[in-house]
């Protein structure tokens, strides 16, 4: 059973940024897809960002330019840089994984709340 967890998130001013980081219970060299989603209240989630096992990355239109996802297999995290945040991105972030074994399977954190002040 792999585990995230997500320290982090907190309140932050327009235009600022925050750093996300999803740690992982083993490793993610062979999972497929490493993915940031979030909630806002009353609003269905939604996949924001992206990054398969190659590297490629791939992001919601909302957040494309100022948000950037990366991760470290040595290290078996990944991370949301989030940077001149709006108050329109305060929501829950869930980071998740998708790995082929067989089925697909994916695994989800724990959730970190961000909340952007005008």
């Known amino acids: 059973q792999v585990q995230l967890v997500e320290p982090g998130g907190g309140l932050v001013q327009a235009g600022g940024s925050l750093r996300l980081s999803c740690l992982t219970s083993g490793s993610i060299s062979n999972v497929n897809y490493m993915e940031w989603y979030r909630q806002a209240p009353g609003k269905q989630r939604e996949l924001v960002a992206s990054i398969t096992d190659s590297g490629s990355t791939n992001y919601v239109d909302s957040v494309k330019g100022r948000f950037t996802i990366s991760r470290d297999t040595a290290k078996n995290t990944f991370d949301l840089q989030m940077n001149s945040l709006k108050p329109e991105d305060t929501a829950v972030y869930y980071c998740?994984?998708?790995?082929?074994?067989?089925?697909?399977?994916?695994?989800w954190g724990q959730g970190a709340q961000v909340t952007v002040s005008s």
């Open positions: 998740s994984i998708k790995l082929y074994e067989v089925v697909w399977m994916q695994y």
